[in-house]
Nanobody
């Protein structure tokens, strides 16, 4: 498994931007498919975006397409989520997650398929 820690959350006005970072340790990041999920108060954890081990393929939930962009730097063991044109409905705790490539290479949106999770970082978008 790999240990994950998110950073970069905060309070931002609608229309603003944030860049979330996920630092990994304890394993080679290239052995993992990486994803971002979010959880708003009173709601279930939801898929936001995912990226394959080498970064060649990405996936996004429809609500963030064209606004959020996932990337990774395996040499630095970092995963990023660039969040632009933020909306109040983006307010949530954002989690970084990892899925071993031993379990498959597909970009799954199911949180149960991910083995490792960070503690989360709060993103609050004011109107």
């Amino acid at each position: 498994q790999v240990q994950l820690v998110e950073s970069g959350g905060g309070l931002v006005q609608a229309g603003g931007s944030l860049r979330l970072s996920c630092a990994a340790s304890g394993g080679a990041l290239s052995d993992f498919t990486m994803a971002w999920f979010c959880q708003a108060p009173g709601k279930e954890r939801e898929f936001v975006s995912a990226i394959t081990w080498g970064g060649s393929r990405t996936a996004y939930v429809d609500s963030v397409k064209g606004r959020f962009f996932i990337s990774r730097d395996n040499s630095k063991k970092m995963v990023y989520l660039q969040m632009n044109s933020l909306k109040p409905e983006d307010t949530a705790v954002y989690y970084c997650a990892a899925r071993s490539t031993l379990d498959g290479y597909d970009l799954t949106t199911n949180s149960n398929d991910y083995n490792s999770w960070g503690p989360g970082t709060q993103v609050t978008v004011s109107s």
